[in-house]
């Protein structure tokens, strides 16, 4: 069982920049790869990146891509999302999630744990 919690959320103008950290419980976190993902109102639930378990591995959707990145440091269970050069449209709860297994995959039916989520505002 992993437990994720995140945090860093909050309100950021447009062009701006944010990190969310994600913690994690449990003894196995270096055997989890880890994914970030985001939900704004009315809106399903998208991929925002992901990192395999060895830390050098990521994998990014193209809206977010050069912006975004995404890093995790085993020793201390916790991933991070650096987001820098925000936009309206990046305003979303963003979810943190674990699956077992080493890749670092989009889709969302594949991971296992979630987080509860953190809320990202960017001003126009």
């Known amino acids: 069982q992993v437990q994720l919690v995140e945090s860093g959320g909050g309100l950021v103008p447009a062009g701006g920049s944010l990190r969310l950290s994600c913690a994690a419980s449990g003894p196995t976190f270096s055997s989890y790869a880890m994914g970030w993902f985001r939900q704004a109102p009315g809106k399903e639930r998208e991929f925002v990146g992901a990192i395999n378990w060895r830390g050098d591995i990521t994998n990014y959707a193209d809206s977010v891509k050069g912006r975004f990145t995404i890093s995790r440091d085993n020793a201390k269970n916790t991933v991070a999302l650096q987001m820098n050069s925000l936009k309206p449209e990046d305003t979303a709860v963003y979810y943190c999630?674990?699956?077992?297994?080493?890749?670092?995959?989009?889709?969302?039916?594949?991971?296992?744990?979630w987080g509860q989520g953190t809320q990202v505002t960017v001003s126009s």
């Open positions: 999630a674990a699956r077992r297994g080493s890749y670092a995959v989009a889709a969302g039916t594949r991971y296992d744990y």
